[in-house]
């Protein structure tokens, strides 16, 4: 229910949704997302792109994926 709830909100705001399309790229512009290019060649523009993705390397260029041990934790 909860989820149902937040996808109608999200509607009713005018936020576009698009399941089950394979995203083969982010788009940027001026280092931010700006949309995304999807397997059948077609680029979706949007202000805020939110994924759902397994971890893919290369999706987005020039950034890679943080593992364990990246990370240093002080006290």
């Known amino acids: ?11 009713a705001r005018r936020v576009t949704f698009v399941f089950g399309a394979e995203v083969v790229r982010v788009v940027e512009k001026d280092g931010r997302a700006a949309g995304v290019e999807l397997a059948d060649g077609e680029v979706a523009e949007a202000d805020r792109v939110v994924l759902g993705i397994r971890p893919r390397p290369g999706l987005v260029p020039g950034q890679r994926v943080w593992g364990g041990g990246d990370v240093t934790v002080r006290p």
């Open 1 to 11: 229910e909860l989820a149902r709830a937040v996808y109608e909100r999200c509607v």
